[in-house]
């Protein structure tokens, strides 16, 4: 990686480097319209939405907006303080046992974001002169946390467990924490969580699963990869999971251990020093934990439609990765040919955004498809409709 520019010349050719090789990031302006909750407008077209995390269709459901406001009405809009001072509510409390309850451990622990739950983790696990493995394909904060805790990062291939073991060292060579995504957030695979526990419980490290985009999505109890693997508590000591994909909401959280979460909560900088959540979003997290515990339909639905796609995409020609999971990527190799794609599909009617590097590697710019239990089976026909034609550069 370039050292950052130190002056504003240097900024804007940085910029511009950026700009000609197709990876400079524009944020769209995203509003939703109308009663459908796939529906959203970008500038003055109306499109529907394949791109975002709501695997169940919750972050528009008006029970988790009516428990938002009322929550809000009664205890104010923000929590303004760190946990660890006064910002720890009675909402934060229900919300903690509630999803240690949902994920079978005896403790859970909440964050700002994913991002901040990762980076206190790992950075509360590890320290410099120790060891931690992660896959290549680890969702950024993994990285960073690692790299904050000053200890040695070790990276295996993507999935690969037999490389795990190999890079993992010798049999009495200390390993301090093992850490990977369940579901990959970019190719939607995934993880060995089997063969990855057996090799933490030899080697005495703690295994850490990030289960963004697992948990209510994957599993009969909506409990994610684990349950999917039929690993417990045990096997897998430490589950990050997030308020901001299936449950249509903000935040994270870590669970575990009493004492492991304990210790977390004691050591995570990212915890100890952050304005906690608003004790409003843990009001609605409750609603949102009942919805995904209660609703099994959203993730049988889901199924169903994650099915026809990918059966209807492949018969069409379009370039999946091999996905059994509400994220499909569909491999276009040059950012230019991915920004290309997304602006056909956006002529359209269809928001699906180009993913390009460094979020995945050289060669691998990608489309994202996200499916959600809101969209229909004639949205999910019509997609693939439009992906044909826009894979072989045909204009809508």
């Given amino acids: ?59 528009r459901h008006p029970a988790l907006g009516a428990a938002l406001a009322e929550a809000a009405r009664q205890g104010g809009s923000g929590s303004a303080a760190s946990a660890l001072v006064s910002g720890h509510s009675a909402a934060h409390a229900r919300l903690e046992a509630a999803l240690a ?26 320290a ?22 000053g200890a040695r990062l070790l990276r295996y291939a993507h999935a690969d467990a037999a490389q795990a073991r190999a890079r993992a060292g010798a049999p009495g060579l200390p390993l301090a ?10 190719d939607g695979d995934v993880a060995p969580l089997a063969a990855l526990a057996a090799l933490a419980r030899e080697r005495q490290a703690w295994l850490l699963v990030d289960d963004a985009h697992g948990l209510g999505v994957l599993g009969k109890e909506g409990r994610g990869s684990l349950e999917i693997a039929g690993l417990g508590s045990r096997e897998v000591p430490l589950l990050v999971g997030t308020l901001g994909k299936s449950f249509g909401l903000y935040g994270a959280f870590v669970a575990g251990a009493a004492e492991l979460i304990d210790y977390v909560m004691q050591r995570a900088r990212s915890y100890m020093y952050s304005t906690a959540l608003p ?10 934990l009942e919805l995904v515990a209660h609703e099994r339909w959203r993730r049988e639905h889901l199924a169903g439609l994650v099915a026809r796609f990918c059966e209807r995409a492949r018969a069409a020609g379009v370039p999946l990765l091999p996905s059994s999971t509400a994220i499909q990527p569909v491999l276009l190799g040059e950012a230019a040919t991915a920004l290309a794609a997304q602006r ?28 959600s239990a809101g969209h229909t089976v004639a949205q999910v026909d019509a997609l693939v409709a439009a992906l044909a034609r826009s894979c072989h550069g045909d204009e809508p």
Avoid: K, W
């Fill in 128 to 149: 410099r002169g120790q060891r931690v493995l992660l896959d290549r394909l680890c969702h950024a904060s993994l990285i960073d946390g690692a790299r904050l805790s």
């Fill in 101 to 126: 309850a949902f994920t079978g451990r005896e403790r859970a622990l909440l964050f700002g974001s994913g991002y901040l739950a990762n980076l206190g983790v790992v950075s509360a696990l590890a």
């Fill in 1 to 59: 990686m370039a050292a950052p520019p130190r002056s504003l010349p240097a900024l804007t050719d940085a910029l511009g480097s950026l700009e000609r090789g197709q990876r400079r990031r524009r944020r769209l302006t995203v509003e939703p319209l109308g009663s459908d909750r796939t529906a959203v407008r970008v500038g003055e077209r109306a499109l529907v939405d394949f791109s975002s995390n709501d695997y169940l269709g919750l972050a």
């Fill in 344 to 371: 056909r599909l956006a002529a359209a009617g269809f928001l699906v955004v180009a993913i390009r590097p460094p979020t995945v590697p050289a060669g691998g710019s990608r489309l994202r498809v996200t499916l």
């Fill in 279 to 288: 004790p409003a979003i843990a009001a609605a997290g409750c609603v949102a």
């Fill in 177 to 186: 924490l093992l850490a990977s995504d369940g579901v990959f957030s970019m």
